[in-house]
T-cell receptor
Framework: GDSVTQMEGPVTLSEEAFLTINCTYTATGYPSLFWYVQYPGEGLQLLLKATKADDKGSNKGFEATYRKETTSFHLEKGSVQVSDSAVYFC????????????FGTGTLLAVQP | EADIYQTPRYLVIGTGKKITLECSQTMGHDKMYWYQQDPGMELHLIHYSYGVNSTEKGDLSSESTVSRIRTEHFPLTLESARPSHTSQYLCASMRQNYGYTFGSGTRLTVV
C-alpha cells in the first residue's frame, strides 16, 4: 500500500543552520504531497504542498520540490530559527472521495540559540 | 484563528468511564476525520465522514465510535475507557483543493 518514509529524528541544529528533512513516498501514480508542522501542544498546520511532479511548495522560508523520479519531497530551509522547533510530518493524499492523508512518522526538529 | 474546535484540550478519566470528545468546524466542510496520535508521534486515521449520516472506519482499528448528525459536528465516543486509549486525538476537516484544517487536539489520559 501507499506509504511515506521520513528521516528519523531528533534533528538538532544551531540557529541559522541549513535544514533538510528527507521524505520519500511509495505510491502507484502521483499523489499530492504535503508537509505539516506541529508545534508543542498544538494540532497540525499545513506548511506547504505540491500537487504534481516538479511543483515546488514554499512557505515561511521552507521549500520542498515534488520529484517523481526519486519519489521524494524533501523539506529544506536555508536558515532555521529557534521558533522553527517543532515536529514536521510529510504526508500524501489522493483526490477522489476519501482524500485520506497518509502520514510519515514525523521528525522532531530542535533549534538551539 | 481556529475554525475547527476540539474540547476538552486535556482529559484525565478513570477506567470504565464513557467519554465523548467534541469536534466542531465552522467552515461548512463535508469531509471530517479523526486521527489518533501515539506517544511516538505517529498519526493513524481511525474514523472519517463524507458528510451528514456518513461514517467510515479508518486504517487503524479503534474501539471508539463516531456520529455525524450535523455537518459541523463530529464527536468521538469511547463507551468504556481503558489505559490503552491514552493518546492524543486530532480532528480535521477538509475542503477539496484547499486541504485539511486540524483542531488543536484532545490529550486523553485513562488511569
Amino acid at each position: 500500500g501507499d506509504s511515506v518514509t521520513q528521516m528519523e529524528g531528533p534533528v538538532t541544529l544551531s540557529e541559522e543552520a541549513f535544514l533538510t528533512i528527507n521524505c520519500t513516498y511509495t505510491a502507484t501514480g502521483y499523489p499530492s504531497l504535503f508537509w505539516y508542522v506541529q508545534y508543542p501542544g498544538e494540532g497540525l498546520q499545513l506548511l506547504l504542498k505540491a500537487t504534481k511532479a516538479d511543483d515546488k511548495g514554499s512557505n515561511k522560508g521552507f521549500e520542498a520540490t515534488y520529484r517523481k523520479e526519486t519519489t521524494s519531497f524533501h523539506l529544506e530551509k536555508g536558515s532555521v530559527q529557534v521558533s522553527d522547533s517543532a515536529v514536521y510530518f510529510c504526508a500524501l493524499s489522493w483526490g477522489g472521495a476519501t482524500n485520506k492523508l497518509i502520514f510519515g512518522t514525523g521528525t522532531l526538529l530542535a533549534v538551539q540559540p | 484563528e481556529a475554525d475547527i474546535y476540539q474540547t476538552p484540550r486535556y482529559l484525565v478519566i478513570g477506567t470504565g468511564k464513557k467519554i465523548t470528545l467534541e469536534c466542531s468546524q465552522t467552515m461548512g466542510h463535508d469531509k471530517m476525520y479523526w486521527y489518533q496520535q501515539d506517544p511516538g508521534m505517529e498519526l493513524h486515521l481511525i474514523h472519517y465522514s463524507y458528510g451528514v449520516n456518513s461514517t467510515e472506519k479508518g486504517d487503524l482499528s479503534s474501539e471508539s465510535t463516531v456520529s455525524r448528525i450535523r455537518t459541523e459536528h463530529f464527536p468521538l465516543t469511547l463507551e468504556s475507557a481503558r489505559p490503552s486509549h491514552t493518546s492524543q486525538y486530532l480532528c480535521a476537516s477538509m475542503r477539496q483543493n484547499y486541504g485539511y484544517t486540524f483542531g488543536s487536539g484532545t490529550r486523553l489520559t485513562v488511569v
